[in-house]
């Protein structure tokens, strides 16, 4: 593995784990000369590897509180690894805006988790619990038909009365809501690539500061007849993306307009990443297999030619890796859209005398 970059998420019951295919996972091998039984048949960890726990667990720290600022956000645990590199790292900070480039993770990703679990990730204010690994949802909620009673006491078979169940985290709070969801008018929609991202906006409440709702584009794709006349009835409705600096990101606003199909006056907007972004925000890049001659045809033509050499290469660039406060400010930013003029003292003065107020009355 390249030091470089950061290596791409895996998925599989050996990733990360560093076994093995034919070994079952948990199952290791005999304790040997020189290793304790007390660490599982693991040999102790030397200096070097204690110095690279102890200052990566007071990064987390410290990179916890960075991430919660201001106000107690909440952030995934990808997240909080990209902030951890930043606080290694102070110089990619200050150097940002100002030289653009793509900076290299000074810790590597095995290591920062080896440093979380050690620590224990319940200790960490702010970090949201992993999605579950199945039935995991972040889409929209799936409208019963007219039919179907929404009340237990609008059945004529008798029913057992059961308690509503209290959502414990947003992304399960998709099934079970009101069967007139689609009947208004949907002027904006958010699909997030990626699910944990979808999970953090939603805690963060940012579906309610922008009255957008954000689905995770794998969870709503393709998306639902009814959604789509939601969208249709509003008149001039967008359909945000935001996705990472990666051939399959970039091609997913494609991929969402196709799907819409003929539906007239729905716009689909990218909000990036794109390798220009990451550019200009030094984030941490990481190195994948190169997109073969398909995903590069599938690139967005607006791109730079030294942005598709970029994507050529295998590189890609994670929307988690923009800081927290930063994507949630950009996300409401883009998709409210400009806010109106703050009125001043003047201005608020000249209204007033166009108002009448103090003047002498007319009779």
């Not at 799907?259 to 729905?266: I, M, Q, T």
Request: overall charge positive; charged content about 20%; aromatic content about 4%.
């Amino acid at each position: 593995m390249s030091q470089r970059h950061l290596p791409p998420p895996r998925s599989g019951p050996t990733a990360g784990t560093g076994q093995p295919s034919d070994r079952p996972a948990g199952v290791g091998r005999a304790p040997g000369a020189g290793q304790s039984a007390s660490t599982g048949g693991r040999p102790a960890l030397g200096l070097s590897a204690r110095t690279t726990a102890g200052v990566a667990d007071r990064a987390i720290t410290a990179a916890a509180a960075r991430a919660g600022a201001p106000g107690g956000l909440r952030f995934t645990e990808r997240q909080l690894y990209y902030e951890t590199c930043r606080v290694l790292s102070p110089g990619s900070t200050l150097l940002r805006g100002r030289v653009p480039g793509t900076p290299a993770p000074v810790l590597r990703l095995p290591a920062f988790t080896r440093a979380l679990e050690a620590r224990g990730r319940e200790t960490v204010p702010g970090l949201l619990p992993p999605l579950p690994g199945s039935g995991a949802r972040v889409g929209p909620p799936r409208p019963r038909a007219r039919s179907e009673p929404s009340e237990p006491w609008a059945s004529t078979e008798p029913t057992k009365w059961k308690e509503p169940m209290e959502p414990t985290e947003p992304w399960e709070a998709s099934e079970g809501s009101e069967p007139d969801v689609y009947d208004y008018g949907l002027p904006r929609l958010l699909l997030c690539q990626d699910r944990s991202i979808a999970g953090m906006l939603l805690a963060n409440h940012v579906h309610l500061e922008a009255a957008c709702p954000v689905f995770a584009a794998a969870d709503a794709l393709p998306l639902d007849p009814g959604l789509l006349a939601a969208l249709r009835r509003a008149e001039g409705a967008t359909v945000y993306v935001l996705h990472d600096a990666s051939p399959a990101g970039l091609a997913l606003p494609a991929l969402v307009r196709s799907g819409l199909g003929p539906v007239p006056g729905v716009r689909v907007v990218s909000l990036g990443l794109a390798p220009r972004h990451a550019a200009a925000l030094r984030l941490p890049t990481g190195r994948g297999p190169a997109p073969g001659p398909a995903g590069l045809t599938a690139l967005p033509a607006a791109l730079r030619p030294r942005e598709a050499d970029w994507l050529a290469e295998g590189r890609f660039a994670e929307v988690a890796a923009v800081p927290p406060d930063r994507l949630l400010r950009t996300v409401l930013r883009l998709t409210r859209g400009p806010r109106p003029p703050r009125d001043s003292l003047w201005s608020g003065l000249r209204g007033l005398r166009g108002a009448g107020f103090m003047t002498w009355p007319a009779a």
